[in-house]
Every structure is written in structure tokens, then in C-alpha cells.
């Protein structure tokens, strides 16, 4: 007679309320070598159980827009690095992170991924991949450089039509666009008009008018829709699909509906500053409104109704946080030119890793405005498979990734920086309270956060390398 196999699991997650994109069921879930296994009811026993029993269990987060120890042409610098960053992302029940190798113009693209390996390598708690920034795209990069990069796993990168050391001009987006297509690769576009902001801006300071408030002024609705309105145009030149980042109203959206209704390949992304916070929020006292400067600028209550109907109804595919972390408090930071500075000279940018879950939960699918399943797509499902790690991330299902997060619904949480774990000095969404939060947090099988606290060492994280983008959502 043979051995007796052994039936047992490394680890079964027991009796919990299972939500993917797709389906609401009841389950347990077995894990063996940091892979889910089993789906099923009465599991075998597992060498370590985890009782779910009252609890919801959701895909670990992908969080696919958010910057970590990126550098900068201005003299800031960001708060949080691969340690930091994403350890805050794990409490916030966040298992996947996908920040920015950014290419200084002038530098090879080469030489920006091998620096940004330095700046994450034996750093980080969760697993990670990179976008690219595309900043000079010159014949060596878009003929040599960016193919290769693209079959060694970097499937995305960014391109900006504002930002003097970022910008490309439509010809390069064009020939961006045109490399994306033939290489099977997805750009994302942070779609402002340059011109119209700095003509602004430069109205608004001969005019005194510097505080942080007039930041919005600087970068109304009307910039972002027409950038939006180009860049889809230049993609549709091309036949190719495209992804705006962090949009945040009414303007831009209706151009990106208009296309997906003409069939093209647009998709959108959005993020908490769009749906929380108002232009108001910059015209605070002295200087603290430049806490909220981000890009584009939160707008009005009619802006953030619109952002919700577009979560509902499909024009938005992914939910991130544009984590950009600088400290207000801080001569590399907000007051890098010191409290009297023009808001053109305030960096731009909020923190958001750690709430973006949290915050879309709460007022997402407690006050009814959009469903669990839409939460899981947004927030996991989407962004894991736009950019190339589906199924492996993103989703609930034999064989994934163990990457879970187990929510207590009913657990009220006023946040407050104190208790976030971000190295930035302030939160956007202070004294804010929120119905429901991740209180145990699984990557690759392995508990990592539980009720608070950090369980696992800080360098098991994993670079992942990228598939062909999924286009078909």
C-alpha cells in the first residue's frame, strides 16, 4: 500500500464572503506555495487557518498609478520609497503597486528602469511592477530601447502634454502611439494643454494672484478636455488603444464616452482627490490649501457627480490613487520655495496609497453608488489586467496569486495621519470617516498585515514583469 498523501493546505482561509468582478459567493479558499489552490466549501484542514466567518474577502488591490522615490527635475523629493510606499499600500489592503521609472530628457530609458531597480531592489513588503515615462523619444529609445524593454516585461508607459521636462509634442505622441501598436503595448496619457496653462498662470501671477487657490484657476476643465480631445484624436490617427490617467470631470469624459461610442479603444482612470475634493479645498488659510495641489486640480460638486456616474456606468476602468508624496511641511516639499511661492512652483501631487480602498468602499459601495463587483474591477480586476498581470493578480480563482484582502465592513475608521503609514506629514482626507477597512492583509499566502500591524519583513517583495496588455474590457 502507497503512502498516504497528505490532503492538507498551507493554509485555508475559512468560511468568509468571497467578491471577485464577476461573482458574490461563500467559501473557503485553500493556499498552497503562496497560490490559491481550492475554492470550495469544507475544505480540508490546512496547516494554518484563518476564520473569515462574517468577513468580506476581496482580491488584494492593484494600485497602477502611483509614484515611489521617482526623481525630480526641481529640487523636491518624494516621501515615501519602495519601503515606505508600499508598506502603507499593504495596510490599506493594496498587494500590488505599479509606480513610475521615469526618463529624464536627455538620459536613456535604459539607464531610468536600471536606477529605478536600485531605488525598490530588497525594499518592498508587496509585489511591485514599473510603468515607463516617456519623455525623449528619440530614434535609439523608440527604435531599440522601448521594444526591448517591452518584451522584457515593461507592457505600459505614460506620456505628458504638460510639464516643460515632461512634455511631448504631438509628432512624438504620434510616433509614441505608433511604437505602442506595433509592439503590443498600452500608453497612458496625462492629457492637460501646456500652452493654455502657462498663459494662464502667467495672467494670473502679473495679476498677484499666487495663493494656492488659483491653481485651479490656472488649470481649468476646458485645458484637460482639449488635451483629451488630441490625444484620442492622434490615437485614433494610429488605430490604437490608449488610457487617460486621472480624470477628473465631466469635460473630459464626455470626449472619452464619445470615443468608446465610435468603438476606439479608450480607457479611463480616475482617482479619490476627484471624487472627495473640491477646488475649495486649495483656498484654505495661508498656505494650507497647497496641500490639495494636484494635476489636473479637484473642480466642483457637479465634477465629482459626474467622476460617480462614470464609476457606475463603465466609462471608468481603474480607480488609483496618484499617490505623489511630498511633505507640506518640508523645504522639499509643498514649501519647496517657501510659503510665499506662487502655486506654480508648489509640487504637485497628494498622498492617497494607503485610503484609496478604503475611500471607494465607503462612499462607493456603502452609500450605494456602485456595486461590490464594481469595486473589485475598479480597484483590482481592471488595473491587473490592462496592464498585464491577470490572472495572476487582480482575481479570486485557482490559480492566482494568494493576494487577499479580509474587510470588516462594519469597522468605522476616522482617518487621521497619525495612524496612516505613508512618510508624508499630512493627509488629504484628515478627520474623515470611513465604513469599512482591510484588517488582515494576505500576498502570495502570507499574512502581512494583521489588525494593524506589520507581520511581515520588508524585502519579500517581488518584481513582476508584464504581459501583453488585455484590451478587450
Given at each position: 500500500m502507497g503512502a498516504k498523501m497528505s490532503t492538507e493546505f498551507d493554509l485555508v482561509i475559512r468560511g468568509g464572503r468571497i467578491a471577485t468582478a464577476s461573482d458574490i459567493f461563500n467559501a473557503d479558499?485553500?493556499?498552497?506555495?503562496?497560490?490559491?489552490?481550492?475554492?470550495?466549501?469544507?475544505?480540508?484542514?490546512?496547516?494554518?487557518?484563518?476564520?473569515?466567518?462574517?468577513?468580506?474577502?476581496?482580491?488584494?488591490?492593484?494600485?497602477?498609478?502611483?509614484?515611489?522615490?521617482?526623481?525630480?527635475?526641481?529640487?523636491?523629493v518624494m516621501a515615501d520609497d519602495f519601503e515606505s510606499g508600499p508598506r502603507s499600500a499593504a495596510f490599506g489592503g493594496t498587494t500590488t503597486v505599479i509606480p513610475f521609472a521615469c526618463q529624464?530628457?536627455?538620459?536613456?530609458?535604459?539607464?531610468?528602469?536600471?536606477?529605478?531597480?536600485?531605488?525598490?531592489?530588497?525594499?518592498?513588503?508587496?509585489?511591485?511592477?514599473?510603468?515607463?515615462?516617456?519623455?525623449?523619444?528619440?530614434?535609439?529609445?523608440?527604435?531599440?530601447?522601448?521594444?526591448?524593454?517591452?518584451r522584457e516585461g515593461y507592457t505600459s508607459f505614460k506620456i505628458y502634454t504638460t510639464y516643460d521636462d515632461l512634455k511631448l509634442n504631438d509628432r512624438e505622441i504620434i510616433e509614441?502611439?505608433?511604437?505602442?501598436?506595433?509592439?503590443?503595448?498600452?500608453?497612458?496619457?496625462?492629457?492637460?494643454?501646456?500652452?493654455?496653462?502657462?498663459?494662464?498662470?502667467?495672467?494670473?501671477?502679473?495679476?498677484?494672484?499666487?495663493?494656492?487657490?488659483?491653481?485651479?484657476?490656472?488649470?481649468?476643465?476646458?485645458?484637460?478636455?482639449?488635451?483629451?480631445?488630441?490625444?484620442?484624436?492622434?490615437?485614433?490617427?494610429?488605430?490604437?488603444?490608449?488610457?487617460?490617467?486621472?480624470?477628473?470631470?465631466g469635460e473630459a469624459m464626455d470626449q472619452i464616452a464619445a470615443a468608446r461610442a465610435k468603438g476606439l479603444k479608450v480607457f479611463a482612470e480616475t482617482c479619490p482627490q476627484y471624487i472627495l475634493l473640491t477646488a475649495d479645498d486649495l483656498d484654505l488659510d495661508g498656505f494650507e490649501g497647497a496641500k490639495h495641489i494636484c494635476s489636473p486640480p479637484p473642480r466642483d460638486t457637479a465634477s465629482q457627480d459626474s467622476v460617480w456616474r462614470g464609476l457606475a456606468n463603465g466609462t471608468f476602468q481603474v480607480f488609483s490613487s496618484d499617490h505623489a508624496p511630498f511633505k507640506f511641511d518640508s523645504d522639499t516639499g509643498k514649501k519647496l520655495r517657501g510659503e510665499g511661492a506662487s502655486f506654480a512652483h508648489v509640487p504637485n501631487g497628494i498622498p492617497g496609497v494607503e485610503t484609496r480602498l478604503p475611500l471607494l468602499f465607503s462612499e462607493g459601495v456603502g452609500k450605494g453608488r456602485i456595486s461590490l463587483n464594481q469595486f473589485v474591477a475598479l480597484t483590482a480586476t481592471n488595473p491587473a489586467r490592462l496592464y498585464g498581470l491577470y490572472p495572476r493578480k487582480g482575481t479570486i480563482a485557482v490559480g492566482a496569486d494568494a493576494d487577499l484582502a479580509i474587510w470588516n465592513t462594519e469597522h468605522k475608521v476616522t482617518i487621521t495621519n497619525d495612524a496612516l503609514h505613508h512618510n508624508v506629514d499630512y493627509t488629504p482626507y484628515e478627520g474623515r470617516t470611513v465604513i469599512g477597512?482591510?484588517?488582515?492583509?494576505?500576498?502570495?499566502?502570507?499574512?502581512?498585515?494583521?489588525?494593524?500591524?506589520?507581520?511581515?519583513?520588508?524585502a519579500r517583495g517581488q518584481f513582476l514583469e508584464c504581459d501583453t496588455p488585455d484590451l478587450l474590457l
Open positions: 479558499i485553500g493556499i498552497c506555495g503562496g497560490k490559491i489552490v481550492a475554492l470550495g466549501l469544507g475544505l480540508a484542514k490546512g496547516q494554518d487557518e484563518i476564520d473569515a466567518n462574517g468577513r468580506l474577502v476581496l482580491p488584494g488591490g492593484v494600485d497602477a498609478h502611483c509614484h515611489f522615490d521617482q526623481p525630480t527635475s526641481d529640487g523636491s529624464k530628457k536627455g538620459q536613456s530609458l535604459r539607464a531610468a528602469v536600471d536606477d529605478y531597480h536600485n531605488r525598490a531592489n530588497g525594499k518592498s513588503v508587496i509585489d511591485y511592477a514599473f510603468h515607463l515615462i516617456v519623455t525623449d523619444p528619440t530614434p535609439q529609445v523608440l527604435g531599440q530601447e522601448l521594444p526591448a524593454l517591452i509614441v502611439f505608433a511604437l505602442a501598436k506595433r509592439e503590443g503595448a498600452l500608453t497612458m496619457v496625462h492629457a492637460e494643454n501646456s500652452d493654455a496653462i502657462a498663459w494662464l498662470t502667467e495672467a494670473l501671477e502679473r495679476a498677484g494672484q499666487t495663493a494656492p487657490r488659483h491653481h485651479a484657476d490656472a488649470r481649468p476643465a476646458i485645458a484637460e478636455r482639449e488635451a483629451t480631445h488630441r490625444a484620442i484624436s492622434l490615437a485614433e490617427i494610429v488605430d490604437v488603444a490608449m488610457l487617460v490617467v486621472h480624470v477628473s470631470g477597512w482591510p484588517e488582515t492583509v494576505l500576498s502570495r499566502g502570507e499574512v502581512i498585515v494583521q489588525n494593524g500591524v506589520l507581520m511581515a519583513t520588508m
